[in-house]
Nanobody
């Protein structure tokens, strides 16, 4: 059974920092890229950052230079360090793992989400 458990959200003033954590089942963590998505009220869910099993990272343009994704293989946990937060970063943040099922299909797994609120 795949489990993704997020923590670390909260309220912060603009310019502040937060670190999100996502503890994952080992079976999914060791074989899948891990990512963070966010969904602001009234908007579609969007990719924030992703990290592969090999440590390759990719970021949304809006967070480059401010957010850092990392993974701790021993703890099967992925982190999102968020610095210089802006009010527009306010959203529910979701941890994601993607398992390849075949050459043409994948299965997405999601955490329960954690609220991040940045006040101006």
């Amino acid at each position: 059974q795949v489990q993704l458990v997020e923590s670390g959200g909260g309220w912060v003033q603009a310019g502040g920092s937060l670190r999100l954590s996502c503890a994952a089942s080992r079976s999914i963590f060791n074989t899948s890229p891990m990512g963070w998505y966010r969904q602001a009220q009234g908007k579609q869910r969007e990719l924030v950052a992703v990290i592969t099993t090999g440590g390759y990272t990719n970021y949304a343009d809006s967070v480059k230079g401010r957010f850092t994704i990392s993974r701790d293989n021993a703890k099967t946990t992925v982190y999102l360090q968020m610095n210089s937060l802006k009010p527009e970063d306010t959203a529910v943040y979701y941890c994601n793992a993607q398992r390849t099922l075949s050459s043409s299909s994948v299965a997405d797994y999601w955490g329960q989400g954690t609220q991040v609120t940045v006040s101006s």
